[in-house]
């Protein structure tokens, strides 16, 4: 039987990102986001479009909030941090996202659109991930490129410390094209292998794909 280890390694490192993304999300005040996979919140879809709370909290800017999202998410983000294990070297870099900053200056729908993307393609690649490659993993080896999620993750944790708008579009943009590589190369690992639950799997990456169009 095939050691899960690389895969299970992989999918904690996205959902560290994951968690990282969906902070800032919340943090914005433009939509609640749903809850890593597995947890007991709903499957709804991220909106791409701000959600304009009422009362003084939409209106605090500075490091107010700052200090407000470090009471609030704390729990959050340990439970994020506690996905892979302690003695990762990446988790230090993880950890600093728990210092988040204002929505950077002068972002627009664009942007806004594109991070809903990325969290709801991460969000869909867990779940096709913990569903379907964990099993087949079990039954017959694959290549997974744990690099890249690591990647991924310390990508989403210097883009959550970044308050500059360039300098976050491109954090945001090396993010999008990291979780591309990252499904591009499970579709590859996967594709000449002959059963059936291997190309359910990857057609299910493929649709992923389609939602992370070449910008």
Request: charged share 20%; glycine share 8%; net charge positive.
């Amino acid at each position: 039987m095939a050691s899960p280890a690389p895969l299970v390694a992989s999918i904690g490192h996205q959902m560290v990102a994951l968690q990282t993304l969906r902070l800032l999300q919340q943090e914005w005040g433009w939509g609640e986001g749903p809850g890593v996979p597995g947890s007991s919140r709903g499957p709804d879809r991220v909106s791409a479009t701000p959600t304009h709370r009422p009362g003084p909290k939409a209106s605090r800017q500075g490091p107010g909030r700052v200090e407000e999202c470090g009471r609030g998410g704390a729990q959050s983000r340990g439970a994020a941090a506690a996905a892979v294990p302690t003695s990762s070297p990446e988790v230090a870099v993880g950890r600093g996202a728990a210092e988040l900053l204002p929505f950077p200056r002068d972002r627009g729908p664009c942007t806004l659109a594109r991070m809903a993307r990325v969290v709801d393609s991460t969000s869909e690649l867990v779940s096709v991930e913990q569903a379907l490659l964990g099993p087949l993993q079990q039954e017959r080896s694959f290549p997974v490129h744990l690099k890249d999620s690591v990647e991924f993750r310390n990508i989403c944790s210097h883009l959550a410390l970044q308050m500059e708008g360039q300098q976050f579009d491109r954090d945001l943009n090396a993010a999008y094209q990291c979780l591309k590589t990252i499904v591009k190369k499970l579709i590859q690992s996967l594709a000449n292998l002959p059963s059936e639950a291997h190309v359910v799997a990857c057609a299910s990456l493929r649709q992923i794909l389609q939602n992370l169009p070449d910008t």
